[in-house]
């Protein structure tokens, strides 16, 4: 995942084996975005990368903080 400026979510990503990339390439995984569409988010839909906000992240793998 690029980075979050959401601190204890980043944390809860790493301690379950995420690993934080300063962009997105082919391997990555998912994106999650915290707001209106970047040239991150645009390059994750270019590769067919999932791309989630925060809460729709949280909701999806049931993260409670």
Same mark, same amino acid.
């Given at each position: 995942f690029t980075s979050v400026r959401d601190k204890p979510l #980043? @944390?809860?990503?790493v301690k379950q084996?995420? +690993? /934080?990339a300063s962009g =997105?390439? #082919?391997? #990555? /995984?998912? =994106?999650?975005k915290e707001g209106a #569409? *970047? *040239?991150?988010t645009n390059e994750a839909e270019r590769l067919g990368i999932p791309v989630f906000?925060?809460? @729709?992240? +949280?909701k999806k793998y049931k993260v409670r903080l």
């Open positions: #980043s @944390e809860w990503i084996g995420g +690993k /934080m =997105v390439k #082919s391997a #990555s /995984m998912l =994106v999650i #569409s *970047n *040239n991150k906000t925060i809460d @729709e992240f +949280k």
